[in-house]
């Protein structure tokens, strides 16, 4: 089968070849010339060859006019038989390593194809949604996302020339929908760069926020899902899960780790019973306004920096990959609102050159890692951790519903975790455009 895909003509040289060098070496250096007295036969002629050549040009008139002694003669310079060899070693090597840049490739495709629909059949085997494989998975989180998210936010951050501005921002809106006129400054001129242009304020009052609403929504974008997070899997999208305690962490304090009571559970605020726990997610597409608000008016206590991957945080992405949210970097502030615990967390994503929080000077996302390719570390237990409002001497970190919190640098996520009264009742459906101030649920009976 081998010899039926390897032309040996091109790719393969035959054994003589190599085997006749090496006889080379062992063979005298130089052949003693021997005198000729006399007639010779043809074969002895032929043997010796430069007798022969020494004799036709004895025999030249022309050449009995010079003397003979100053008359060099020239000798063809001899191949080295070790330079010859290793001149064959690398033609084979190099021979070989064609054929396989050739058809390696085709062969990774088929293998892929094969593990796909494998991992397929599984899939509608146990009635589930067709998700990653474990292999799959590993294989995506192998790609250089981190450096070529690092060039892109280099290259994002360039100077832009005025006259180019309208040409690349005009075909970028067009490409993603962008909507200028609700930007503070619609001129493409205006923005020096990319992502002065991601990132671009919006004008006043453009952005209402509804003040009856307990929660509003703190970005634009696209709701992925929403609904209870009572359980210790809850779902990104439809049918695809991750884990809370992998996404949040270890428990803030011991008293809540020795409860006794699940993760979810152990997280409220209050244990009457009263409340439950809900998420949202909301996925900001390139075309998006970038920065993100404030849903409530809350307290934060804690800062994790989870430094995970940089996935892509797509829809399509989101319901393929099943803990996306847990492998990808993340920056996420849990505190406390008036209806108990409540945690906001922006979640990084390929080409996010960075996410920012104004509030957080010292926070650094999208560090340099090197090229440490391949390497995931646990991130439920890898992650920088800072308590705020610790000094009473500092005025305390709050914010406000509708507030300015931060911007990122591409289109991302964020994920909204909270505690709420069971009758809480979200007001959007999966799927639905949504803006900044915006409702996203209310609570039944309450005025």
């Given at each position: 089968m081998v010899s039926y895909f390897v032309p040996r003509g091109r790719f393969l040289l035959k054994a003589g070849n190599l085997r006749q060098v090496v006889q080379q070496q062992h063979q005298p250096a130089q052949l003693q010339l021997q005198p000729i007295k006399g007639p010779q036969p043809q074969a002895q002629n032929a043997s010796l060859p430069v007798a022969r050549h020494l004799r036709q040009f004895s025999s030249n008139p022309a050449s009995k006019e010079a003397p003979l002694h100053h008359r060099r003669p020239q000798h063809k310079q001899q191949p080295n038989p070790s330079q010859e060899l290793a001149q064959i070693r690398r033609n084979i090597l190099s021979?070989?390593?064609?054929?396989l840049l050739r058809w390696a490739p085709m062969g990774i495709c088929v293998f892929g194809a094969i593990e796909w629909q494998l991992q397929k059949n599984r899939c509608?085997?146990?009635?589930?949604?067709?998700?990653?494989?474990?292999?799959?998975?590993?294989?995506?989180?192998?790609?250089?996302?981190?450096?070529?998210?690092?060039?892109?936010?280099?290259?994002?951050?360039?100077?832009?020339?005025?006259?180019?501005?309208?040409?690349?921002y005009g075909w970028y809106s067009n490409t993603f929908d962008v909507n200028l006129?609700?930007?503070?400054?619609?001129?493409?001129?205006?923005?020096?760069?990319?992502?002065?242009?991601?990132?671009?304020?919006?004008?006043?009052?453009?952005?209402?926020?509804?003040?009856?609403?307990?929660?509003?929504?703190?970005?634009?974008?696209?709701?992925?899902?929403f609904g209870s997070a009572s359980d210790s899997l809850i779902e990104q999208v439809k049918g695809v899960s991750y884990s809370i305690e992998d996404f949040l962490g270890p428990l803030e304090t011991v008293e809540q780790a020795n409860s006794g009571a699940s993760y979810a559970q152990a997280l409220k605020k209050k244990s009457d019973g009263s409340t439950e726990l809900y998420q949202c997610v909301i996925y900001l597409a390139p075309g998006d306004y970038h920065r993100f608000h404030s849903p409530t008016a809350w307290k934060p206590t804690i800062r994790r920096h989870f430094s995970g991957e940089l996935l892509s945080v797509s829809p399509k992405v989101a319901g393929w990959l099943p803990g996306l949210f847990c492998l990808n970097e993340r920056v996420l502030y849990m505190g406390q609102w008036k209806h108990g615990f409540f945690s906001y967390t922006a979640v990084g994503a390929t080409n996010v050159g960075s996410v920012e929080i104004?509030?957080?000077?010292?926070?650094k996302t999208n560090?340099?890692?090197?090229?440490?390719?391949?390497?995931?570390?646990?991130?439920?237990?890898?992650?920088?951790?800072?308590?705020?409002?610790k000094e009473l001497t500092e005025a305390p970190k709050e914010f406000g519903k509708g507030d300015l919190v931060g911007q990122f640098n591409m289109g991302s996520t964020i994920v909204l975790l909270f505690?709420?009264?069971?009758?809480?009742?979200?007001?959007?459906?999966?799927?639905?455009?949504?803006?900044?101030?915006?409702?996203?649920?209310?609570?039944?009976?309450?005025?």
């Amino acid at each position: 089968m081998v010899s039926y895909f390897v032309p040996r003509g091109r790719f393969l040289l035959k054994a003589g070849n190599l085997r006749q060098v090496v006889q080379q070496q062992h063979q005298p250096a130089q052949l003693q010339l021997q005198p000729i007295k006399g007639p010779q036969p043809q074969a002895q002629n032929a043997s010796l060859p430069v007798a022969r050549h020494l004799r036709q040009f004895s025999s030249n008139p022309a050449s009995k006019e010079a003397p003979l002694h100053h008359r060099r003669p020239q000798h063809k310079q001899q191949p080295n038989p070790s330079q010859e060899l290793a001149q064959i070693r690398r033609n084979i090597l190099s021979r070989w390593t064609g054929f396989l840049l050739r058809w390696a490739p085709m062969g990774i495709c088929v293998f892929g194809a094969i593990e796909w629909q494998l991992q397929k059949n599984r899939c509608e085997k146990e009635g589930k949604p067709r998700t990653a494989s474990e292999l799959q998975s590993r294989i995506y989180c192998s790609l250089p996302l981190r450096i070529i998210s690092r060039c892109w936010g280099w290259l994002a951050a360039c100077y832009l020339p005025p006259s180019l501005r309208p040409y690349v921002y005009g075909w970028y809106s067009n490409t993603f929908d962008v909507n200028l006129s609700e930007a503070m400054y619609p001129e493409y001129e205006h923005y020096n760069s990319l992502a002065e242009f991601f990132t671009r304020p919006l004008k006043e009052g453009v952005r209402v926020i509804d003040q009856q609403a307990p929660l509003v929504s703190p970005a634009d974008g696209k709701v992925l899902h929403f609904g209870s997070a009572s359980d210790s899997l809850i779902e990104q999208v439809k049918g695809v899960s991750y884990s809370i305690e992998d996404f949040l962490g270890p428990l803030e304090t011991v008293e809540q780790a020795n409860s006794g009571a699940s993760y979810a559970q152990a997280l409220k605020k209050k244990s009457d019973g009263s409340t439950e726990l809900y998420q949202c997610v909301i996925y900001l597409a390139p075309g998006d306004y970038h920065r993100f608000h404030s849903p409530t008016a809350w307290k934060p206590t804690i800062r994790r920096h989870f430094s995970g991957e940089l996935l892509s945080v797509s829809p399509k992405v989101a319901g393929w990959l099943p803990g996306l949210f847990c492998l990808n970097e993340r920056v996420l502030y849990m505190g406390q609102w008036k209806h108990g615990f409540f945690s906001y967390t922006a979640v990084g994503a390929t080409n996010v050159g960075s996410v920012e929080i104004y509030m957080d000077a010292d926070l650094k996302t999208n560090r340099w890692t090197g090229f440490n390719v391949g390497k995931h570390p646990p991130s439920t237990y890898e992650y920088d951790e800072l308590v705020l409002n610790k000094e009473l001497t500092e005025a305390p970190k709050e914010f406000g519903k509708g507030d300015l919190v931060g911007q990122f640098n591409m289109g991302s996520t964020i994920v909204l975790l909270f505690e709420a009264p069971k009758n809480f009742k979200f007001d959007i459906i999966a799927g639905q455009k949504i803006r900044v101030g915006e409702s996203l649920g209310h609570i039944v009976g309450s005025k």
